[in-house]
């Protein structure tokens, strides 16, 4: 579906607050044919991240969270999780991935879905932008074109980053209409608009760098077209001692230059422009986040979960656009697999089982597996099942490294896995929310056909590194559990 047409028809209309831009016009560079999807899905996990490293310290001065809990370099201990010290959503993951289900549901963005999906849960730390966008929608039966709130907060840029996906195979300027579009459903604003729009051409244009640019990159890329999309609205600085009145893109533009210019600290520069939910502070803050330090995208979320007061959403958006540049190797591996994955009290995983789907629906999908791959796969089930069955044993001989001689059952187990289709090409060394799925396996519950897949080959490719690997993973009861899983999905209606 392209919503070029009715973007434009919004703008003429004035129910759009945002200039007919030429980006408007302009065709995205596609990807490259060996293109690398890990991109987006790092894209999709730093702004998760970046969400859950800070929403649990948000709206407090930096000088306090440091005097209460030092420097913030992990989860911390969270009471919905019961005092775990694991990855958690605000509205920001919330919202988000709630915008990738509804481009997977209809495979394209559709507003009036999108409202809707934005109305059918309960949201963490929700906004009064936002609660102004249910009210209207939700309470008082409005359009989603009346709906979006007149407000330049960070509520639709901290969720924009989905938009890009379902246009990587065939990019058209339907792209950027896209951005717009979402964007005004909650915030219908020319700050927010303009922002969500650059910021998303500036995200497309991340995906397909070869390496971190130079540091004035991100500012000019940005304000080149924020300043065509904005126009000459005027905003006023919070901050009486720094007197601003005028278009968002300026202020930036003219702050995070200042700041480069006299070698500001992150933490000086976001406090001299404050670090709020306010446009006019949370661009210059994630701008001159990247311009210090995306080459090293740990240190770039941990500015922004530090040095900031909206610190959830503004580590966020710079997780968002340090994945798309570094792929799944720029995010630490602790992070990734202390991230539960949820978008709801009771879905923890969905936002991995989301990624997934998005890979397989929008960029390349791998071979369906037939009725007859399933079956002959779960055909040892039974036998596994059995009390007396044994993956085998370790064989010692002297002078020899001692390895596992695995029986004939499993070892002909592994051949229907390769022969049937399961054995897929991904990089598993890098899959670490895998590792949540066999430390927790109530998980497997909800796991999909295409992450059981991934799971078994992982497996099988790690006993290639780890003599023994699978002989632990049939023992431990953890193979049985996949095989059952999949006899679910196998069964009729599902």
């Not at 446009?279 to 803050?285: K, S, V, Y």
């Not at 330090?293 to 240190?299: L, R, T």
């Not at 009725?371 to 044994?390: G, I, K, M, R, T």
């Not at 051949?415 to 890098?430: D, E, V």
Request: with cysteine; proline share 6%.
């Amino acid at each position: 579906m392209d919503n070029s047409t009715l973007l434009h028809q919004l703008i003429t209309q004035g129910k759009l607050a945002c200039q007919a831009s030429p980006l408007f016009e302009q065709q995205p560079t596609p990807p490259p044919a060996d293109w690398d999807f890990s991109r987006v899905e790092a894209m999709l996990l730093g702004l998760a991240i970046g969400d859950a490293l800070g929403n649990s310290t948000e709206s407090m001065l930096p000088a306090d969270r440091r005097q209460a809990y030092g420097e913030i370099r992990d989860y911390l201990p969270n009471r919905r999780a019961g005092g775990r010290a694991v990855g958690l959503p605000s509205d920001d993951t919330q919202l988000a991935f709630w915008t990738l289900e509804q481009l997977l549901d209809d495979q394209a963005l559709i507003p009036e879905n999108l409202a809707r999906k934005f109305t059918q849960g309960q949201i963490y730390g929700i906004g009064s932008s936002l609660r102004g966008f249910l009210r209207s929608y939700k309470d008082h039966a409005r359009s989603w074109q009346q709906s979006g709130q007149p407000s330049a907060g960070n509520g639709a840029l901290m969720r924009i980053a989905p938009i890009l996906i379902p246009h990587l195979r065939r990019p058209t300027p339907a792209l950027w209409a896209d951005a717009a579009i979402a964007g005004m459903i909650t915030h219908n604003d020319a700050a927010s608009n303009a922002c969500c729009v650059a910021f998303s051409h500036l995200l497309w244009e991340c995906l397909l760098l070869e390496k971190a640019p130079a540091p004035d990159w991100w500012l000019e890329t940005f304000v080149a077209q924020a300043r065509l999309l904005e126009g000459d609205s005027s905003y006023s600085s919070r901050n009486p001692a720094l007197p601003y009145q005028g278009p968002v893109w300026q202020f930036v533009e003219r702050e995070v230059h200042r700041a480069l210019q006299e070698n500001l600290s992150v933490l000086q520069a976001c406090q001299r422009w404050h670090s709020g939910a306010y446009l006019l502070e949370t661009m210059p803050c994630v701008l001159y986040i990247l311009e210090r330090h995306a080459h090293e995208p740990e240190e770039a979320i941990l500015r922004a979960v530090n040095d900031t007061w909206d610190n959830d959403t503004i580590a966020a958006i710079v997780g968002a656009a340090v994945g798309a540049l570094h792929g799944r190797p720029g995010l630490p591996r602790r992070w990734i697999s202390s991230l539960l994955g949820r978008t709801r009290a009771e879905d923890d995983w969905h936002i991995f089982e989301l990624i997934e789907a998005a890979r397989q629906t929008f960029w390349h999908a791998d071979p369906l597996l037939t009725e007859d791959n399933l079956l002959a796969v779960l055909s040892y089930l039974p036998s596994f099942e059995q009390p007396s069955f044994s993956p085998g044993e370790w064989v010692a001989q002297q002078g020899h490294l001692p390895y596992f001689d695995y029986s004939s059952a499993v070892l002909a187990f592994e051949k229907a896995l390769y022969s049937n289709g399961f054995i897929q090409p991904f990089n598993w060394t890098k899959w670490y929310e895998g590792l949540l799925l066999k430390d927790h396996p109530e998980l497997l519950q909800r796991a999909s056909l295409q992450t059981l897949r991934k799971l078994l080959t992982a497996h099988v490719r790690a006993d290639r590194f780890n003599e023994g690997h699978l002989a632990d993973i049939f023992e431990s009861g953890h193979m049985l559990m996949i095989l059952k899983r999949l006899a679910e999905i196998q069964q009729p209606g599902n």
